[in-house]
């Protein structure tokens, strides 16, 4: 991508959409970090790992999270590569912060499907945010995330578990529900794109996005790495969020910006101990 990280056109078509891909964002070696950072953190989990596919359907699809500051691998794309300058010019913010790091991993022949939803009921965030959704493996059209675009321009929808599709944030009616965009998809624009190492998918918290399952002998390895615009403040909420960041309301009250050492600056670079 020579010149201009991301030019103005890409910009315009972001705010519209609320979702974009940029092809080779990654250089060579990025590309590598991305599946080791993976597996490392795979072979030693967290506490907050979610073993998230229904035990009778076939394959696994794992996730994990805040894992930059125990993976090298996953601190310096999140802080290292182009991504954060990416993130920041796409929300048209004069910096992004990192949010947090999300590994999902579907391992070879998983039927699960993630549901459609939108990510930021399920955060303690006000204000502008974006994912950078990058996969370690190659990932075919028909098996890669779908993003209904434009719906981040709509209002908030009802956050509910994937599983057992109860709403463990926001009370019952308080939101509007997710519409049943698989009965009809010809209603909705869709977007989908297959998907190489060193690609992202760049979108706002607030697109709806779904993903199917992956149907093939390999796995597909991908890690999310979140940014929020200089406008993003701190929500203290009544529940956990997930991922859950234990004590943080003892620093950040309702309303407050994100200035603190768990959301380091990604773009402009600094450094990060």
Do not use: C
């Not at 950072?37 to 009778?56: M, Q, W």
């Not at 974006?130 to 709509?154: Q, R, T």
Request: net charge negative; aromatic share 10%.
């Amino acid at each position: 991508m020579p010149g201009q990280l991301v030019d103005d056109d890409a910009i315009e078509a972001f705010a519209r959409d609320g979702v974009i891909v940029l092809r080779g964002i990654l250089n060579p070696d990025e590309v590598s970090l991305v599946g080791v950072g993976i597996d490392k953190a795979l072979a030693a989990p967290s506490k907050r790992v979610k073993h998230v596919s229904d035990p009778d359907e076939s394959g696994a699809f794992v996730e994990d999270f805040l894992r930059w500051s125990d993976v090298d691998e996953i601190k310096h794309l999140a802080f290292g590569s182009r991504v954060g300058e990416a993130a920041a010019a796409l929300m048209d913010s004069m910096s992004a912060r990192f949010y947090h790091d999300h590994l999902l991993v579907k391992e070879a022949n998983t039927s699960q499907v993630t549901p459609w939803h939108q990510d930021q009921p399920y955060y303690n965030v006000e204000g502008t945010g974006i994912s950078a959704w990058l996969p370690a493996d190659p990932v075919p059209k028909d098996a890669s995330p779908e993003f209904w675009a434009g719906s981040h321009l709509g209002p908030w929808r009802m956050p509910r578990s994937f599983l057992d599709k109860e709403a463990n944030w926001f009370p019952e009616g308080s939101l509007a529900e997710i519409p049943n965009i698989e009965a009809d998809r010809s209603a909705y624009d869709i977007r989908q794109w297959a998907l190489q190492p060193g690609d992202a998918i760049f979108f706002s918290f607030l697109a709806l996005h779904s993903a199917p399952g992956f149907p093939y002998e390999e796995r597909r390895r991908a890690l999310s790495l979140r940014y929020l615009g200089s406008d993003a403040r701190h929500v203290v909420r009544s529940w956990a969020t997930s991922p859950s960041f234990e004590g943080i309301a003892d620093d950040l009250a309702d309303g407050d910006s994100f200035d603190h050492p768990s959301f380091p600056l990604a773009w402009p670079r600094t450094e990060v101990s």
